[in-house]
C-alpha cells in the first residue's frame, strides 16, 4: 500500500467567505482599537499580539501526519515526531466538534490505556473544508486493518490481545463540546466569584 503523508499547511487554507469575514473584522476591531488606544497603544497590542499567535501559526502549519508499514507518526511541529505501531492503535474514529453555527471533524486514533491522539493535517470544517476527507480517512483505516491483520499472523501470540480492534467506551470528555463548555464555564466562573466574595466578607469579619 501507498504510504499517506498529511501536512497542515497543504489544508490551512480557510474558505474565502471566512477570510473576508475575519479580515473585515480585523478591520473594524483594529480601527476601534487605534481610536480607543492611540498610535503607540495600538503599536504595543498590534506587537503582542503577533508575538503570541506567530509561534502558534508556525507550529501549527508545520504539523504533519504520516501513515505507514510501521503505524502512524505524528508530528505537532517540533522534531520528528512519534510513531505509533500498528499493534499499540486500538481504534480508528472521526471525532465531531459541534459549533453553534457548524461542526468539524477530525481524525483520532485510540491507543493502550485509552490514550486518544489527533492526526494533524487530517480535519474537515466549513472553514478549512477537505473535500477528500472521507476517502482518506478510510485509506487510514484500510491501512490500520491490513497492518493488524498481518502482525497477527506474523506474530500469533499478539494476536489476543496486541492486535484486538475494540471500539473504546464513551468517556466524560467526549461529552465536552463546546455547547456544553460554554454552559459549565460561566457558572463555574461566578460559583469561584461568589466564593471569592464570600471569604473577604469573612475575612473582614
Known amino acids: ?20 469575514l ?4 480585523l478591520v473594524v476591531e483594529g480601527c ?3 481610536v480607543k488606544l492611540g498610535a503607540v497603544g495600538f503599536s504595543w497590542l498590534t506587537g503582542g499580539s503577533i508575538a503570541l499567535l506567530a509561534p502558534l501559526l508556525l507550529l501549527s502549519s508545520r504539523s504533519w501526519s504520516r501513515v505507514g508499514a510501521d503505524g502512524i507518526t505524528i508530528c505537532w511541529g517540533l522534531g520528528h515526531g512519534r510513531t505509533y505501531p500498528w499493534h499499540e492503535i486500538r481504534w480508528i474514529d472521526v471525532r465531531e466538534t459541534k459549533g453553534q453555527a457548524s461542526s468539524s471533524y477530525a481524525v483520532r486514533i485510540f491507543l493502550e490505556g485509552g490514550r486518544r491522539r489527533s492526526l494533524p493535517g487530517l480535519y ?14 478510510q485509506r487510514v483505516v484500510n491501512w490500520w ?3 493488524t491483520d498481518q502482525t497477527a499472523r506474523v506474530r500469533p501470540e499478539l ?8 471500539r473504546p467506551p464513551k468517556q466524560f470528555r467526549d ?10 464555564v460561566p457558572v463555574a466562573v461566578a ?6 466574595v464570600a471569604l473577604v466578607i469573612l475575612a473582614q469579619h
Open 191 to 196: 460559583v469561584v466569584v461568589v466564593a471569592v
Open 145 to 147: 486493518e491490513l497492518s
Open 1 to 20: 500500500m501507498i504510504e499517506l503523508n498529511f501536512r497542515a499547511m497543504d489544508r490551512n487554507r480557510p474558505a474565502k467567505s471566512y477570510v473576508v
Open 22 to 25: 475575519a479580515l473585515a473584522v
Open 175 to 184: 461529552r465536552l463540546t463546546p455547547t456544553v463548555i460554554g454552559l459549565v
Open 124 to 137: 474537515h470544517s466549513d472553514m478549512h473544508p477537505a473535500p477528500d476527507f472521507d476517502e482518506q480517512f
Open 32 to 34: 476601534a482599537a487605534f
Open 159 to 166: 494476536s489476543t490481545d496486541q492486535t484486538a480492534r475494540v
